[in-house]
Nanobody, 119 residues
């Protein structure tokens, strides 16, 4: 099982980034996919998950700014991040499983991609 994130970078406040998660080694369509993030000095924060139909849920901190989508045919998930704020600065991780899986603390995640929002 492998999850590989990409697409991070440095962006100005109000800017946008699109993160990608490439999955392999398991039946992608059978799993929820989540994104979580970890800001410097803080714990992991769940921000969104998506089921195989494409229905997504979001944490209040990113709702109406971030959009999670998935491409089941290519085992990929995408996090479109708009109107980025300095408080969005964090390392972003793709997780196999949804919010309930995240709560268990027992899940597989990738190595992460760094997002820095700064002027």
């Amino acid at each position: 099982v492998q999850l590989v994130e990409s697409g991070g970078g440095v962006v100005l406040p109000g800017g946008s980034l699109r993160l990608s998660c490439a999955a392999s080694g398991f039946s992608f369509i059978n799993w929820y996919i989540s994104w979580v993030r970890q800001a410097p000095g803080k714990g992991l924060e769940w921000i969104s998950d998506i089921e195989n139909t494409g229905a997504a849920t979001y944490a209040d901190s990113v709702k109406d700014r971030f959009i999670l989508s998935r491409d089941n045919a290519n085992s990929k998930a995408f996090l479109q991040m708009n109107n980025l704020k300095p408080e969005d600065t964090a390392r972003y991780y793709c997780v196999r499983g949804g919010y309930n899986t995240f709560l268990t603390g027992n899940y597989i995640r990738g190595q992460g991609t760094q997002v820095t929002v700064s002027s």
